[in-house]
């Protein structure tokens, strides 16, 4: 049975930094990719971050990059999204989401490549 839970949100003031996880099970990860999307209030879902299946290769969105990074917790069966210079424009909720291969890496942050949901976690930024 595949599982994906999300932890970590929470309120932090602009400028700060905030840890999500994903916990998973049930997920091959020779096969599939992790995948990080955020979606605001009244707004689409779009992706954030993606960690490849195998080698662990990362792609982000543009307004990631330089901000948050993506890495695997292989001891704790965990995708990580380390997230930095957070802004109000980062208020969301962040689900994570198990991805299969995709023709182009790019792809893999594009929510409809997804097979596998977690529930999501909030993430508030505010003063």
């Known amino acids: 049975q595949v599982q994906l839970e999300e932890s970590g949100g929470g309120l932090v003031q602009p400028g700060g930094s905030l840890t999500l996880s994903c916990r998973h099970s049930?997920?091959?990860?020779?096969?599939?990719?992790i995948g990080w999307f955020r979606q605001a209030p009244g707004m689409e879902r779009v992706g954030v971050s993606c960690?490849?299946?195998?080698?662990?290769?990362?792609y982000y969105a543009d307004f990631a990059k330089g901000r948050f990074t993506t890495s695997r917790d292989n001891s704790k069966s965990s995708t990580i999204l380390q997230m930095n210079s957070l802004e109000p424009e980062d208020t969301a909720t962040y689900y994570c989401?198990?991805?299969?291969?995709?023709?182009?890496?790019?792809?893999?942050?594009?929510?409809?490549?997804?097979?596998?949901w977690g529930q999501g976690t909030q993430v508030t930024i505010s003063s």
């Open positions: 049930g997920i091959p990860l020779d096969q599939y990719a």
């Open positions: 960690l490849s299946a195998g080698k662990g290769l990362t």
């Open positions: 989401a198990a991805v299969p291969p995709t023709l182009l890496f790019s792809s893999c942050i594009v929510p409809s490549s997804a097979d596998f």
